[in-house]
């Protein structure tokens, strides 16, 4: 079946616009994460929606960072006034729900360069 | 302290050889633990999950050991296909929901 996907795949923007970033999960998937993985970093978690829960904002860096799930499956990252150091991949991940031994699948990623 | 620790490598073998990679991780609350790969400039893939007991899957063993807060993963007959970045993942468990943290991962070449 299908598999995660993310678009753009790759996105150059200016500093100071903003970005769109959009996530579809594994049809059934109730559980969905934003990670970013800067060059040479590790994966760094972003924030986490369960089915209709409120979303853990925990990770996002800053109140630039904002991300919603509509209806339960799409999910769009936005990065608004987006500044240099934002330049990553963005991830997304869906796992069947928010069991602690779910699989989370990963999505290809957009790269996000911002000049 | 990073909250998951892993020697970065390069791990350079030959094939055939046995590696191992290992893993601290800081926070004695988490609940669960994984090994994914990486390959480069793509996404991470489940490599497999470690339990307690310890598991193995083929060539591949992890480790858990929670008293020390340490994981290990052990790759027998190592491929030339094996070569990729292996990231040590915990999931902390926030009782709102789950939040992996990722090491940095290990690079692991593998060759002739």
């Known amino acids: 079946g299908a598999g995660v996907s993310q678009s753009p795949s790759n996105k150059v923007t200016e500093k100071g616009k903003d970005v769109e970033l959009r996530c579809d999960p594994i049809s059934g998937h109730t559980a969905l994460y934003w990670y970013r993985q800067s060059l040479g970093q590790g994966l760094e978690f972003l924030i986490y929606f369960q089915g209709n829960s409120a979303p853990d904002k925990s990770g996002l860096p800053s109140d630039r960072f904002s991300a919603e799930r509509t209806g339960g499956s799409v999910s769009t990252l936005t990065i608004q006034r987006t500044q240099q150091e934002d330049s990553a991949v963005y991830l997304c991940?869906?796992?069947?729900?928010?069991?602690?031994?779910?699989?989370?699948?990963f999505g290809p990623g957009t790269r996000l360069t911002v000049l | 302290r990073k909250e998951v620790e892993q020697d970065p490598g390069p791990f350079n073998v030959p094939e055939g050889a046995t590696v191992a990679f290992n893993c601290t991780y800081s926070n004695s609350a988490s609940q669960s633990f994984f090994w994914y790969r990486q390959d480069c400039r793509k996404e991470p893939k489940l490599l497999m999950s470690?339990?307690?007991s310890g598991n193995e899957d083929g060539r591949f063993t992890a480790q858990l050991n929670r008293a020390s807060q340490y994981i290990s993963l052990l790759i027998r007959d190592s491929k030339l296909s094996d070569s990729a970045t292996y990231l040590c993942?915990?999931?902390?468990?926030?009782?709102?929901?789950?939040?992996?943290?990722f090491g940095t991962g290990t690079q692991l070449k593998v060759e002739l």
């Open positions: 470690v339990y307690s």
């Open positions: 993942v915990v999931n902390g468990f926030t009782g709102g929901g789950n939040k992996l943290t």
């Open positions: 991940a869906s796992s069947k729900d928010g069991g602690s031994y779910n699989e989370q699948f």
